[in-house]
């Protein structure tokens, strides 16, 4: 019984072909715009996260509660951080951990002056997190124990500096005194972010925990990078917990960086409001056909009941049709849909032509949107869309199997 | 009810309401059909022959009154039961558009004994024998679109005796059709009544149809004015 019914479905499916094949290409169309959205949407938040978080940021940072806002030079972790930095590596979901301490001062060279920030990190545990080592226009970030300095692009226009000058440092060190010294410069970095590259100095780690006065353990933060951005928020909850000291906060870069987790929900939105009116669209579509093709029908089914089917079994039948045309949308649709996804994710849209560098809320943004493959979301959309359109079939069907057949016979329905 | 009785029906009314006006389609029949019956009902339009003959047939509910249909008190049963009632002892007839348009004339007239769980082959069997009878071989493959009128309807008396019911219903089953295919059908039905002793009430409008009758029953205005 069950197979007949599958051959009158799918035969009933191909009794108006016109109208199966425009509906099963707006079907069609719209699981590709689904999966073409959800590549570029999945591209997009990753490229977004991984900008945001890259260059400096890393996905998690360790500080000692106070720290931020203020940043204080005084609140460093309390604990020894390097040795938690290295302790942190051996955890299965931690790649890099990279200290730092960081102070505000004074950039000279000859007559000129600047406010910046000075940051003393470890070139090469910094690496394996942050992407800044490889932003060098010339040279490099200072070595381990080198009396060097890296600065920014503009920052060295405006000092007139070019590597081999020389700069002097001026901060508030932690005993009180001034700290002062000379460096040479090691590199000139150029991140496309206005705010590193006109007001950002690097120094090593330890250089600039002798400039500041602090011990070799005291670093105001570490950042790390775990195994996928999206799962920050689970890591920096697991450190801290692990860590267990009241005062030191794990947070993941949502936190760090508000307006980028913005951005990223945002984009989430816009997806679901294109899934919401790509679905909104099939299943109108759908509707309509199987509308029309149970009330031309009527009479069938009439003499079908009459004949002793049970009118449930009208249920089944145009289900059976519905499914039918969800498979064959889906068909047309992996067919159509496969190339485009394909360049999408390979070679992108390239804005480059249009825009040169976006920055966006301290982000800089790659001028080529890239997608990515989504296979969960894309089957989750599609089946979703193939429920839709069963329940769209449901409701004709439904109608037709609560008439008496008399009344089906005669073309009418209840 | 006596074992010989196809049809008994008591009393049975059926009111239609259209806006304030209420019109008794069927108003107050009771009448009996023995096994074996070639039945006609006449009457002009509107009298209430096909409301009559859905009632029967279990595919509409009475306001009124009783039916049994070979011992099954029909207007007794739930909506699943009437089908399955309707699947095992009633076969049906109608004036047109009888087939299932995306099946064969062949896959038409087994669709009952599908419906009955019937094997392949004993459905195939049973089938072809009948299509031999009635003048159908050779046309199993066809589909219903390319059939004539008479055709279509001979595969719709295959569907319905196929399953050899208590009961043939047929509503003006040669309306639509020309006066010879007409009459080449009823010799048909009537060749299928005399040698298999299957039951037939059909309605009819047509003097010569009521002629070939073994009884004829005439309805005015839901009621029977004429029975012998
Ligand atoms: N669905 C309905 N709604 C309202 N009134 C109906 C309905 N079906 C039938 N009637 C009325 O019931 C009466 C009997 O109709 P019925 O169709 O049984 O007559 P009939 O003898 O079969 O007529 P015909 O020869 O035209 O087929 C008529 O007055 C008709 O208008
Ligand atoms: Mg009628």
């Not at chain 1, 460096?183 to 950002?200: A, K, N, Q, W």
């Not at chain 2, 309306?175 to 010799?187: C, F, I, M």
Request: hydrophobic share 45%.
């Amino acid at each position: 019984m069950d197979s007949v019914l599958l051959r009158i479905g799918w035969r009933n499916l191909w009794r108006n072909p016109r109208r199966t094949a425009i509906t099963a290409l707006a079907i069609a169309v719209g699981m590709i715009m689904l999966a073409f959205v959800l590549s570029l949407m999945a591209g997009m938040k990753r490229d977004l996260i991984n900008q945001g978080t890259q260059l400096m940021l890393g996905q998690v940072q360790i500080h000692k509660r106070d720290y931020r806002p203020d940043r204080s030079i005084f609140d460093t972790v309390p604990l020894d951080g390097r040795a938690l930095a290295d302790q942190l590596l051996d955890r299965d979901d931690i790649f890099g951990a990279a200290p730092r301490v960081s102070a505000f001062g004074l950039v000279s060279s000859g007559d000129k002056s600047l406010g910046a920030e000075i940051v003393g990190m470890d070139r090469d545990a910094e690496s394996q997190v942050t992407t800044l080592g490889r932003k060098l226009e010339a040279g490099d970030l200072p070595g381990r124990g080198e009396r060097t300095i890296a600065v920014g692009r503009s920052l060295a226009n405006t000092l007139g500096v070019s590597p081999g000058s020389e700069l002097i440092l001026l901060t508030q060190a932690a005993d009180g005194s001034l700290g002062n010294d000379l460096y040479t410069v090691s590199g000139i970095f150029r991140t496309g972010l206005e705010m590193v590259d006109g007001g950002m100095v690097v120094l090593d780690l330890g250089v600039a925990q002798e400039l500041l006065a602090l011990e070799a353990g005291r670093i105001h933060e570490i950042a790390l990078r775990s195994t996928s951005p999206a799962r920050a928020m689970e890591v920096a909850a697991a450190i801290e917990q692990s860590l267990g000291v009241e005062d030191i906060s794990v947070a993941p870069w949502q936190e760090l960086a508000p307006q980028l987790a913005g951005w990223v929900a945002m984009s989430d939105s816009w997806m679901w409001i294109m899934y919401l009116i790509v679905f909104v669209l099939a299943a109108i579509s759908v509707l309509n056909t199987m509308l029309m093709a149970v009330f031309e029908r009527l009479r069938e089914f009439g003499v079908m009941a009459a004949v002793g089917m049970q009118p449930r079994t009208i249920i089944t039948m145009v289900l059976a049709e519905v499914i039918s045309l969800a498979l064959v949308s889906l068909l047309v649709a992996t067919i159509l849909g496969a190339p485009l996804v394909h360049w999408i994710t390979n070679s992108g849209i390239d804005l480059s032509a249009t825009t040169d560098g976006i920055s966006m809320s301290g982000t800089v943004v790659d001028p080529v949107i890239r997608g990515a493959w989504a296979p969960a979301e894309f089957a989750v959309a599609a089946g979703l869309l193939v429920v839709c359109a069963a329940l769209a079939g449901l409701y004709p069907a439904t109608r037709a199997a609560r008439t008496d057949p008399a009344r089906l016979t005669r073309g009418e329905i209840r | 009810m006596p074992d010989e009785l196809a049809v008994r029906t008591e009393s049975i009314r059926k009111i239609y309401q259209s806006g304030d006006q209420s019109v008794a389609a069927v108003d107050g029949i009771s009448f009996e059909v023995h096994k074996g019956e070639f039945s006609a009902i006449a009457g002009p339009s509107g009298s209430g022959k096909t409301t009559l003959l859905n009632l029967i047939g279990a595919l509409d509910e009475v306001d009124e009154g009783r039916i049994w249909v070979d011992g099954t008190e029909i207007t007794a049963l739930g909506r699943g039961e009437r089908a399955d009632l309707r699947k095992h002892k009633i076969g049906f007839i109608f004036q047109s558009y009888n087939l299932i348009e995306v099946l064969s004339a062949l896959e038409n007239a087994e669709f009952i004994l599908l419906l009955q769980g019937v094997d392949p082959a004993e459905r195939q069997r049973r089938v072809r024998a009948i299509f031999e009878r009635i003048g159908l071989d050779g046309l199993e493959d066809r589909r219903p679109h390319q059939l004539s009128g008479g055709q279509q309807q001979r595969v719709a008396i295959a569907r319905a005796i196929a399953t050899q019911p208590a009961l043939i219903l047929a509503d003006e089953p040669t309306a639509n059709l020309d006066s010879a295919t007409g009459a080449a059908l009823l010799d048909v039905m009537e060749e299928l009544n005399r040698d298999l002793g299957t039951t037939f009430i059909f309605s009819t409008h047509d003097p010569r149809v009521m002629e070939r009758a073994t009884r004829l029953i005439r309805l005015v205005d839901g009621r029977i004015v004429e029975d012998h």
